[in-house]
């Protein structure tokens, strides 16, 4: 495990989202509830649209572009689609965010 | 005897104090310090005590006796100087006395936010006694007011008991929804409207800027403007450990003194309890934990072995009349699920966390009864796979009984006067009284009552008021309900939001009884229009309900890019404006296309760049063409009499005027007008949602064209002689259309529902459209602004990625 800081709780919206910069490519923070973070790859597994500007709904994301529904929790598209997305560990301490980056190194690998 | 000294006698020292002279009288010789000129009283009851429902004498744990009967020697009122560790001697502000075990118990302190006027006098923390006298003399004041900063538990307690004393009570709270740390949305909103039945302001997401007073609190100014007047401010925004004897005597300190799970510090020989602890990274508010501490620390000290660990906690709140508890995780963390129950007639909201098929949080509003059968259950961590079902419930419906969530619900929580008709003004009582008379059917009820007999969006809540009345005697139209988080229609939810004056999300979700936390996709941009068209004032707009065009205020294309439309007035433009367009299309790359809307779009922006495009576009004058909303797009016209032979009246000067008029409004779908200057009509005004037509005598005005999936041309709706005609006809039916539109339904669908016969009709009466003309006016003096300037010079940042990694070593 390697915990980085990537930003303040605060900064991203409560069922909103804001992504990441990495060598994995962007990654989206999610932020489901006053304390409920996740992370996923931002590109959507149907046509790689922007997963962080879809609508976050209880711990799912709809995809802007065809209304793929993903599950935040295991990245499993929902529903009759199917394809997967991947998920990376973050968490909340002292109201910042931190990801977990040896999982982008694995995810790549 | 080995020598104790104690400071600090709180709960949790009192507490420990207890457990050591119980197990052994004559163990230690104790020294007890106290700041406050008192013992140990039970300070979470002095909201009983602000409220008046107890007095001081009732919530004293600790009497003169009782520390007399203990042979401990008391120093109260005497604050502690500092702590000589090398020499294990105590200063009071009296004199110094030695210990061999110490024991901190400083407690903390409330956190005064530091605006500006936070040191005037009449600015009070809630902690002891004396601030809880303070208030109370303050409330004693004819037509005395205050302000509470911070709405949590403590917050709201404090808030209840002046009110109970008489007090004008207002509770500011930063965060969007009351008690943010233990309650979730839908509890917070039912918490802040019984708290407004007391008689309670309560606002939320409401930032103070400023104490204001000349030498005492007069009133509080927040940051959006607001004065709000003030004879004590009280500050509830958290509590602060206090450390500082720990500190200067040079013990390991982090957010409070940290200690080991025997309530050790650093120092082997002095422990720390209560709210000054910190222990693995945890700080305590609640009195639970400190209880158990205190057992710890007493076994420590009598050579007991013992050890602390956290447990799980819950939170219920002292308001006489707001049942509310809350425990566990009830967000934190992955894989876990929700079960939902709302009852919008009994006020009641239950939520629970599951996972691994083990109950891990619990909210619960308005019916607390089981709560701690669902506590045990979270302690335990029980498999709740066999009753998972019906867990929800509670222990009575654990034998096997099934029961269901009743889908009229929301019908059934109606008052009598709830308004269900508009158009005719029926309310549920007036149906429920005919078919007690003998109405039966549908048509029966329209025959004696008129409701759903006009426009019929109504329809399914008349055939709900049926069905609740007749039970199965009585069969509802299956109409589709707007998404899988409701049995109800869009037009149910509309006319229910106007009839119970549901002014947030969270209200739409409780009282129409919603089966999910939030809504989904398909539910939260419809009721986040309805709200906001319903209510300009009071409702917020949320771009979280929003698509993402909506959001970003620019249309995502296919690889992620946008396209910026800026608006150019009823098709007109400047040599001016086109080589700013043109210069920002070079400096951003954009490929450029001239839209069917008369305007100039810019395609292939990525996100990063569409403030600084703005930004470009809004200094050369332009705003935001709105061409990727459910609102106004574009107003087309032809050049008319300006410059046309065969122009009979002004037609592009008429389309700016309506465009400047209805640019900025948010409506059921995209709406499209178009202005022809004669019936040649070049603007192809009659497959606009509004098309007007100029002729000799005047203008024609038609609705419900289309020009997509569907192909239709408008219907004539009225012919006026002059211009303001025009603009009041056109505004009055948009205002209709905005307030009785289902949601994504293009003019043309919302009008073939209600009927061009009621629309007429409707606007037909000049009251009417006066009325509506004035609703419109109101929205648009909150939602007539150019959202590119807004996001440029408010939001920006959020355009931006949170963090760039890329430049981090990946191993």
Request: glycine content about 8%; some cysteine; overall charge negative.
């Amino acid at each position: 495990m390697n915990w980085t800081d990537i930003g303040e709780l605060a900064a991203v919206p409560i069922r909103g989202s804001r992504i990441v910069k990495t060598q994995a490519g962007c990654i989206a923070i999610f932020r489901t509830s006053e304390t409920e973070v996740f992370a996923t790859s931002n590109t959507c597994a149907h046509k790689g649209g922007p997963l962080n500007e879809g609508i976050v709904h209880d711990k799912k994301i709809t995809c802007p572009l065809h209304n793929w529904v993903f599950s935040l929790e295991t990245g499993e598209a929902q529903g009759a689609d199917e394809g997967r997305i991947a998920t990376y560990p973050v968490k909340v301490e002292n109201d910042r965010l931190l990801l977990d980056i040896d999982a982008l190194a694995t995810a790549t690998a | 005897m080995q020598k104790l000294v104690i400071i600090g006698a709180g709960m949790a020292s009192g507490r420990t104090l207890e457990h050591i002279t119980d197990a052994s009288a004559d163990a230690f010789e104790i020294t007890l310090f106290n700041a406050e000129p008192r013992g140990n009283y039970n300070r979470i009851m002095l909201s009983p005590v602000l409220s008046g429902e107890r007095t001081y004498d009732e919530i004293v744990t600790h009497d003169d006796d009782w520390y007399a009967a203990r042979n401990i020697r008391t120093r109260f009122g005497e604050k502690v100087i500092w702590v000589d560790r090398k020499r294990k001697l105590v200063m009071g502000e009296n004199g110094e006395v030695s210990y061999d075990k110490l024991i901190i118990a400083t407690g903390s302190t409330p956190f005064i936010i530091p605006v500006p006027g936070h040191d005037l006098p009449g600015v009070i923390g809630y902690r002891d006694l004396e601030d809880t006298n303070a208030m109370i003399d303050a409330a004693a004041q004819a037509s005395a007011s205050a302000v509470v900063i911070g709405g949590g538990l403590l917050g709201l307690e404090a808030a209840a008991g002046l009110r109970m004393r008489g007090m004008e009570v207002t509770v500011l709270h930063n965060d969007g929804h009351l008690m943010n740390r233990q309650l979730d949305e839908a509890a917070g909103y039912l918490l802040q409207n019984d708290l407004e039945k007391r008689g309670i302001t309560v606002m939320t997401s409401a930032n103070t800027k400023q104490i204001v007073g000349d030498g005492k609190v007069e009133q509080v100014r927040l940051e959006d403007g607001t004065e709000i007047p003030a004879n004590i401010v009280l500050m509830t925004a958290g509590i602060r450990p206090s450390v500082l004897v720990g500190q200067e005597a040079g013990l390991k300190v982090g957010r409070a003194i940290e200690v080991d799970d025997q309530m050790r510090t650093s120092d082997p020989d002095i422990f720390a309890v209560g709210e000054c602890v910190e222990f693995e990274a945890n700080l305590f508010g609640l009195v639970a934990p400190l209880y158990d501490q205190a057992k710890v620390l007493a076994n420590t000290l009598l050579g007991v072995e013992d050890s602390f660990k956290l447990r799980e906690l819950s939170t219920k709140l002292k308001v006489t009349g707001c049942d509310l508890f809350s425990a566990g995780d009830f967000a934190e963390g992955e894989g876990r699920e929700d079960i939902v129950f709302r009852d919008p007639k009994r006020r009641v909201y239950k939520r629970l966390i599951v996972e691994n098929d083990r109950l891990i949080g619990a909210v619960m509003y308005g019916d607390t009864a089981d709560s701690n059968w669902f506590f045990g259950l979270i302690k335990d961590g029980t498999n709740i796979e066999e009753m998972r079902e019906t867990l929800i419930f509670g222990p009575a419906y654990q034998d096997g009984s099934a029961t269901t969530v009743d889908p009229l619900a929301a019908v059934a929580a109606l008052p009598l006067e709830a308004e269900i008709c508009g158009c005719n003004g029926v309310c549920k009582g007036d149906i429920t009284q005919a078919i007690e008379a003998g109405a039966h059917t549908l048509d029966d009820v329209r025959a004696k009552t008129k409701a759903s007999a006009s426009c019929g969006t109504c329809t399914g809540l008349v055939e709900q008021v049926l069905a609740f009345s007749l039970g199965d005697g009585f069969q509802v139209t299956a109409e589709k309900p707007v998404c899988k988080c409701t049995d109800l229609t869009h037009e149910d939810v509309r006319r229910l939001i106007k009839a119970r004056e549901l002014k947030t999300q969270p209200a739409v979700w409780q009282e129409l009884a919603w089966k999910t936390p939030n809504g989904c996709p398909s539910c939260r941009p419809a009721i986040n229009y309805y709200l906001l068209a319903d209510w300009p004032l009071e409702y917020q707009d949320d771009l979280q309900s929003r698509f993402v065009n909506e959001r970003n205020h620019a249309n995502i294309q296919k690889n992620g890019t946008y396209s910026v439309v800026p608006r150019m007035w009823g098709g007109m433009t400047t040599a001016d404006e086109l080589i700013a367009i043109a210069t920002a299309a070079k400096r951003f790359d954009a490929t450029i296309k001239v839209t069917g809307g008369q305007r100039i779009d810019l395609l292939g922006i990525k996100k990063d760049d569409l403030p600084l495009i703005w930004k470009d576009l809004n200094s050369a004058g332009m705003v935001s063409g709105h061409a990727y909303t459910k609102g106004l797009r574009t107003v087309k016209t032809c050049v008319g009499t300006d410059w046309c032979r065969f122009g009979t009246q002004d037609s592009t000067g008429l389309g700016i005027k309506l465009e400047k008029k209805l640019w900025g409004s948010w409506t059921p779908h995209k709406l499209k007008l178009a202005v022809s200057g004669c019936p040649r009509n070049c603007s192809e005004a009659t497959c606009k949602d509004i098309g007007i037509i100029c002729v000799d005598s005047g203008y024609q005005i038609s609705v419900g064209g289309a020009a997509g999936m569907d192909l239709r041309q408008t219907e004539a709706l009225v012919d006026v002689a002059t211009e303001g005609e025009v603009d009041e006809w056109v505004t009055a039916f948009v205002q209709l259309y905005r307030e009785n539109g289902k949601y994504l339904d293009r003019v043309y669908k919302w009008v073939a529902k209600v009927g061009l016969e009621w629309v007429k009709e409707e606007l037909a009466n000049p009251q009417t459209r006066i009325d509506l003309i004035d609703r419109f006016a109101l929205s648009q003096s909150v939602y007539q602004t150019d959202p590119w300037a807004d996001h440029v010079s408010n939001r920006a940042n959020q355009y931006e990625p949170l963090a760039d990694l890329t430049m981090e070593a990946v191993t």
